[in-house]
């Protein structure tokens, strides 16, 4: 079974525009990390947040904010007033204290910003 | 800037060679992975080392081998057994060995081609 469903395979938005993408996991873990990366057509894949188990508060960066529910298994992400640079693959991870070394990624969310 | 350096950034090959792609980093971290990603299939994992002189088989390890000789290095060597080769390979590390919370660092990845 996916440990991490990124349901949203492409997504299209005019710029300024608002934009979430969804993440869903599944563990049996009390202890786990869930993490977010960036992947810009450079390849090189970035990471932008990480949010443990115990701390369900959300977080805002500029015009990242990441909604983190233990109740749906869900931590999405939004982008407020999209730009053209937001265009990439962003994936979802999941690491989880039974599995110890192993990180779980999503299959990614392509997000293209149309000017 | 201390970084993960993969090189080459293209890497073309003819079926039935061996290709070792590099992996280089100036973080002092611990612990090291190879990842393989294909579209629409997010990113597998082929090897991690937590440690010098010791990895550890990921989910699709067969065809490919892994040398962690020293911290800073952690070749991969694309066998002639690795029935579908071509794809995006991407080294990462990380902190510390079972760092849960430590994200994950990434190069620049090789695109390896096959034919």
């Known amino acids: 079974a996916q440990k991490v469903t990124q349901a949203q395979t492409e997504i299209s938005v005019v710029e300024k525009e608002d934009v979430t993408l969804d993440c869903v996991y599944e563990?049996?873990?009390?202890?786990?990390?869930l993490f977010w990366y960036k992947q810009p057509p450079s390849g090189e894949l970035v990471f932008l947040i990480r949010r443990n188990s115990f701390d369900e508060q959300n977080e805002i960066s500029g015009r990242y904010s990441w909604n983190f529910q233990k109740s749906t298994s869900s931590f999405n992400f939004t982008i407020t007033a999209s730009q053209v640079v937001d265009s990439a693959v962003y994936f979802c991870?999941?690491?989880?204290?039974?599995?110890?070394?192993?990180?779980?990624f999503g299959t990614g969310t392509s997000l293209t910003v149309i000017p | 800037d201390g970084g993960i350096t993969q090189s080459p950034k293209y890497l073309f090959r003819k079926e039935g060679q061996n290709v070792t792609l590099s992996c280089e980093q100036n973080l002092n971290h611990d612990a090291m992975y190879w990842y393989r990603q294909d579209p629409g299939q997010g990113l597998r994992l082929i090897y991690y080392s937590q440690i010098v002189n010791d990895f550890q088989k990921g989910d699709i390890a067969e065809g490919y081998s892994v040398s962690r000789e020293k911290k800073e290095s952690f070749p991969l060597t694309v066998t002639s057994a690795q029935k579908n080769p071509t794809a995006f390979y991407l080294c990462?590390?990380?902190?510390?060995?079972?760092?849960?919370?430590?994200?994950?660092?990434f190069g620049n990845g090789t695109r390896l081609t096959v034919t």
């Open positions: 991870a999941l690491s989880e204290a039974f599995t110890g070394n192993q990180f779980y």
């Open positions: 990462a590390s990380s902190m510390y060995p079972g760092g849960l919370d430590s994200p994950l660092h």
């Open positions: 563990t049996r873990d009390t202890t786990y990390y």
